[in-house]
Each structure stands twice: as C-alpha cells, then as structure tokens.
C-alpha cells in the first residue's frame, strides 16, 4: 500500500503526520514502527493521524501512535504541529480548532507569529488516575509532594503528574550530567506505573525558567516533549519552585508554559514546522 505523509517537528520532537480525513489507512503496530524507523522508514519519535470530527462539538479527531507502534494519550509537540498541518493542507481556515483526542478535547491556536498555543487541560493530579500505585512507593516525610522509587540500586525522587499521559519529574542539579539514558528507561517501566511513565528531568534555573530532558515511553529520549514540559512545570509550581509562567529549554527549543494552579488549564505555546512531504510504500 501507497500512503501520502508529511514529516514535520516541533522544538526538534519529529512527526509523521498522515491525513485521513477522508477514510482510515487501517495500519497497525508493524505499520507505524515501519514509518517511525529512521533506517528503513521514513523516522519519527510518533505518528499523528489526523481524522474527521467525530462529533459537533469539535473540529477533528487526533490519533497517536509512538515509534514503538503503541497508541499514547497525548502529545503537546504534535498538537501544534497537528494545527500546521490541518491548516496548511487547507483542511480548515479556523485558526482556533477543538480537536479530540484519548484524553479528552483540547484547543490550539495558531498566533500571528507563526506560534502555536495549546489549551493543554488541567493536570491530573489524583493518583489512580494518572494512573500510580502508591504501594509501590514511598512518600517522602519532608515532601508529600514527592514519591521515593526504587530504581535497580539507586532511588529517584519524583512528582507524579498526567497531562493526559503519565509524567514522573524528578529535579536533579545539572540535566546535561543526569543519568537519563539510564535511569529513564528504569522509571519508565517501575511497577508503581501499570501503563508505563514519561520520565522527566528538570533542572531549574530560575523561578522562570528551566532545562529539561525528557525519556519518552516508548520513543527513547527526544529533543523535546510538549506535555513533558507542561507536567515539569505543573511539579514545579506545586513544589514551590517556580513561577506560573515558565521558558522551558529543551536540546529542541524552547517552550513558554503556563500554570496559574489547581483549578486552572496549561497553556503551552511553541513553534510547529513542516520539514517536507513524500509518498512511501508500506511492505504488507
């Protein structure tokens, strides 16, 4: 099968964006792994499919696939990179759309410079839901913010949050020396997160901004992780670290995220680009 796919990125978190508006492409697991492989597809951290509105109420239906052929919740760097698309393949002239998605309906917004700016939701904050088994943790009496995890001979102290998707964030002293490449991995897939977590690090420093590196599940460690972002600033607002309005700094770019607290959504705003479009077989 011949699949039409634009390739696009957002901070340097990179997209295979397929349009099926007009009808299902009916891929599966293998499908989109192919597509992710940066060998012998066409490479990307997730596949985006943008489908028809399944309802009144909102504009279209947004679909995630990560590079590893598994469905995700959410992804904040493809929601921008999502209303490029929709708009540059002249699928809609809104420049405000509500788009659903596995966690729910969020709302993007492109603005006069060429940004994107994305009604993220509120954070889920409530332990089942994200979902965290607490039993598999411990508390920490000097924070009950924090959640101690014993990570193969060492521990990690983290902040549980969802942004649709599953985030532990733990603060550590210099991001470019933390061990994320092994220490993500090991989080990622701790018993005390039954569907798996996005392991975040943030180094903070400022009030107002922060670093931050973030190891994906089921993608590995990418340039830049929208909700990722937003979930590192949700724990840093809640552990009084930082500011409602927040620079994030990622080896992809920079993201502004805002939080004004319980009770209120994320914003995140960022730039979406498209690299280039193509056609490619998929082997069946």
Same mark, same amino acid.
């Given at each position: 099968?011949?699949?039409?796919?634009?390739?696009?990125?957002?901070?340097?978190n990179?997209?295979?964006?397929?349009?099926?508006?007009?009808?299902?492409?009916? #891929? %599966? =697991?293998?499908?989109?792994?192919?597509?992710?492989d940066?060998?012998?597809g066409?490479?990307?951290?997730? *596949? /985006?499919?943008?489908?028809?509105?399944?309802?009144?109420?909102?504009?279209?239906?947004? !679909?995630?696939?990560?590079?590893?052929?598994?469905e995700?919740?959410q992804? +904040?760097?493809g929601?921008?990179?999502?209303?490029?698309?929709?708009?540059?393949?002249?699928?809609?002239?809104?420049? @405000?759309?509500?788009?659903?998605?596995h966690?729910?309906? &969020?709302?993007?917004h492109?603005?006069?410079d %060429?940004?994107?700016?994305?009604?993220? %939701?509120?954070? !889920?904050?409530? #332990?089942p839901? *994200?979902?965290?088994?607490?039993?598999?943790?411990?508390?920490?009496d000097?924070n009950p913010?924090?959640?101690?995890?014993?990570?193969?001979?060492?521990? =990690?102290?983290? $902040?549980?949050?969802?942004?649709?998707?599953?985030? =532990?964030?733990?603060?550590? $002293?210099?991001?470019?020396?933390?061990?994320? /490449?092994?220490?993500g991995p090991? *989080?990622?897939?701790?018993?005390?997160?039954?569907?798996?977590?996005? $392991?975040?690090?943030?180094? !903070?420093?400022?009030?107002?901004q &922060?670093? /931050?590196?973030?190891?994906e599940r089921?993608?590995?460690?990418?340039?830049?992780?929208?909700?990722?972002?937003?979930?590192?600033?949700? =724990?840093?607002?809640?552990? +009084?670290?930082?500011?409602?309005?927040?620079e994030?700094l990622?080896r992809?770019?920079? /993201?502004?995220?805002?939080w004004? %607290?319980?009770?209120?959504?994320?914003?995140?705003?960022?730039p979406a @680009?498209? !690299?280039?479009?193509?056609?490619?077989?998929i082997?069946?």
């Amino acid at each position: 099968m011949r699949i039409r796919f634009t390739k696009m990125q957002g901070a340097g978190n990179d997209f295979v964006v397929l349009d099926e508006t007009q009808g299902l492409l009916g #891929l %599966g =697991a293998d499908d989109y792994r192919f597509l992710a492989d940066r060998h012998f597809g066409v490479g990307a951290d997730q *596949i /985006l499919s943008v489908r028809a509105a399944p309802s009144s109420d909102v504009d279209f239906e947004y !679909v995630i696939h990560n590079a590893d052929g598994g469905e995700v919740e959410q992804c +904040g760097n493809g929601s921008r990179c999502f209303v490029r698309f929709v708009r540059e393949q002249g699928l809609t002239t809104k420049s @405000t759309i509500r788009v659903k998605v596995h966690g729910g309906v &969020i709302s993007l917004h492109e603005l006069p410079d %060429g940004r994107v700016k994305v009604d993220m %939701g509120q954070p !889920v904050l409530e #332990l089942p839901r *994200i979902p965290f088994l607490s039993e598999h943790a411990v508390a920490l009496d000097s924070n009950p913010l924090l959640w101690r995890l014993s990570v193969g001979e060492q521990h =990690a102290d983290v $902040a549980v949050v969802s942004m649709g998707n599953p985030h =532990a964030v733990t603060t550590v $002293a210099d991001v470019e020396q933390a061990p994320v /490449l092994a220490l993500g991995p090991l *989080i990622e897939h701790h018993v005390a997160f039954p569907n798996r977590v996005n $392991a975040g690090f943030m180094q !903070v420093m400022s009030r107002q901004q &922060i670093k /931050l590196r973030v190891f994906e599940r089921g993608a590995g460690e990418t340039l830049a992780c929208g909700t990722g972002a937003c979930a590192a600033v949700v =724990a840093g607002v809640r552990l +009084g670290l930082l500011d409602p309005q927040v620079e994030v700094l990622t080896r992809g770019g920079k /993201l502004t995220i805002e939080w004004s %607290g319980l009770g209120h959504p994320v914003w995140m705003t960022g730039p979406a @680009t498209t !690299v280039f479009t193509g056609e490619m077989e998929i082997p069946t």
